[in-house]
């Protein structure tokens, strides 16, 4: 089996990584891949999302203390490896050991062959746990909130992409880009047109457009599927998951 990790990223917060980390896993569990999602974010929101909080074993034990990976059933064919703050105190840690950046990479070796997709729900910026993310995936999934500050540093992130593909991982490659909170406004729609232009064929076709459905959905920590099966949101995950699984 080849397993597809994707970790999902952008230095900015709000973009909706968390949202589409939960969202496409639970679209592609419900197309019988069987799939992990993991929380690198230190501020657990994905584990939050799932109702998960003070877990008593997470991602910080794994990276850290180097124990096995914790991994909480959610659903059928759906995982996840669950974060809490603890997490926030990793960094410093892991900066110290000249094996680091590795550290991910070996925790999810265990468990690969297990999952059709593992999808990493990185934190809103560049360190060290974003580069274990890089490090370990196979592809790069990159959120862009279609609004103008969004697109800012877009070439950053590329351009460690392609650094960490040259020297770390020859198997990196862009997944694609995402626009998500996409809404009918003059300034969205112009943002979703620069960058399908600029970035052409690495630009994802299906847009994630703004819905209340999935703020509500995490409000009572639940996927947009479980909350919403026929909302906006809904069909929007749901069409990513057939264009990512056939990409």
Do not use: W
Not at 32 to 44: C, E, G, M, R, T
Not at 107 to 115: F, G, Q, R, S, W
Not at 190 to 200: D, R
Request: glycine letters at 4%.
């Amino acid at each position: 089996m080849n397993t597809r990790i994707i970790a999902v990223v952008n230095h900015k917060g709000g973009v909706g990584k968390t949202t589409t980390t939960l969202n496409l896993g639970k679209a592609l569990a419900l197309q019988k891949h069987k799939v992990l999602i993991v929380d690198s974010d230190p501020q657990a929101n994905l584990s939050q999302s799932l109702k998960i909080e003070d877990p008593k074993k997470d991602i910080y034990h794994a990276l850290v203390e180097k124990e096995k990976l914790p991994i909480v059933k959610i659903d059928k064919n759906f995982d996840i490896v669950p974060a809490s703050l603890d997490l926030s105190g990793a960094e410093s840690k892991l900066i110290m050991d000249v094996n680091g950046y590795f550290r991910l990479k070996e925790a999810l070796k265990p468990v690969t062959e297990k999952y059709d997709y593992i999808l990493v729900d990185c934190p809103p910026s560049l360190g060290i746990l974003t580069i274990n993310a890089l490090i370990a995936c196979t592809e790069v999934m990159i959120a862009i909130q279609s609004q103008y500050l969004a697109i800012k540093g877009l070439n950053t992130i590329l351009e460690l992409v392609e650094e960490l593909r040259k020297n770390l991982n020859p198997y990196l490659r862009v997944a694609g880009m995402l626009l998500t909170q996409v809404n009918r406004t003059v300034v969205s729609k112009n943002i979703v047109e620069s960058v399908q232009k600029t970035h052409k064929e690495k630009v994802f076709q299906t847009v994630i457009r703004q819905n209340v459905a999935i703020t509500e959905a995490s409000t009572v920590g639940q996927d947009i599927f479980t909350y919403a099966p026929d909302s906006m949101a809904a069909d929007d995950y749901r069409n990513l998951a057939l264009e990512v699984s056939k990409s």
